[in-house]
């Protein structure tokens, strides 16, 4: 488990430096301060996740199954969340309008929250 969340975590950090500058450069002709601003959270809260995960998988005191429940999270909450604002920030250069799916960003940022709130469970309910 530990290889599987280290590698996810370093290629969600490579996803979100390629997305990052993208959207620094090649994005930047052609969206809003406020559509360029909205893109780098998600380019943000992708790499924090990024290392989170990489955090998740050095941690030696976590069970599998908690380090199982955590990657999953993640990995949902990062698409979900990241994902949709990346395509709610670019909305305006396609013909299909990414506002319907607008509803599943609260959703990812929920399943990020609960990632983190299952390691603090995990920490205060742990026996030293």
Do not use: C
Not at 1 to 14: E, R
Not at 94 to 106: A, L, M, N
């Amino acid at each position: 488990m530990n290889k599987k969340l280290i590698s996810t975590g370093a290629l969600f950090g490579m996803i979100a430096i390629i997305l990052g500058a993208f959207g620094a450069h090649a994005l930047k002709q052609v969206l809003s301060a406020d559509q360029l601003i909205t893109f780098e959270t998600g380019v943000r809260y992708q790499m924090y996740h990024a290392l989170f995960l990489i955090f998740i998988g050095l941690l030696p005191d976590l069970t599998e199954k908690t380090k199982k429940i955590i990657y999953y999270l993640i990995i949902s909450g990062v698409l979900f969340f990241s994902g949709s604002i990346y395509l709610l920030a670019t909305n305006s250069m396609t013909s299909f309008d990414f506002k319907v799916i607008g509803f599943i960003t609260p959703v990812g940022g929920l399943l990020l929250i609960l990632a983190w709130g299952t390691l603090l469970l995990n920490y205060f309910n742990k026996k030293t």
